[in-house]
């Protein structure tokens, strides 16, 4: 059974709330689930803390395990070194102007 660790969204409408879970692959996003392993809130308190809390163990035992993290995950994981960080995804040749750009 391919396991992903990924977000399951819960909350109101333009006020999102985030359930860290081990899933299967095949199911649905916001359905059947293995284990809860954190929760992610986007929405930033008064103080612009935005919150995030993570079971360290078990998304360690589920990384070794085979599960593969959705892109996000990846990221929230590599922010706090459960993961090493993935690569930027910004490409610098496209901040540069076409016409002082070079010939690659």
């Not at 899933?23 to 308190?45: C, H, M, Q, W």
């Amino acid at each position: 059974m391919p396991v992903r660790l990924r977000l399951q969204r819960f909350g109101k409408t333009h006020r999102p709330f985030y359930r860290m879970v081990a899933a299967d692959s095949r199911a649905p996003r916001d359905g059947k689930f293995l284990e809860i392993v954190g929760t992610y809130n986007p929405v930033a308190t008064r103080d612009g803390i935005k919150e995030i809390r993570l079971k360290i163990d078990r998304l360690k035992y589920w990384l070794s395990c085979g599960a593969q993290p959705s892109d996000r995950v990846s990221w929230i994981l590599g922010k706090f070194g459960v993961l090493p960080p993935p690569p930027p995804r910004i490409s610098l040749l496209k901040k540069v102007p076409k016409s002082e750009r070079k010939e690659t």
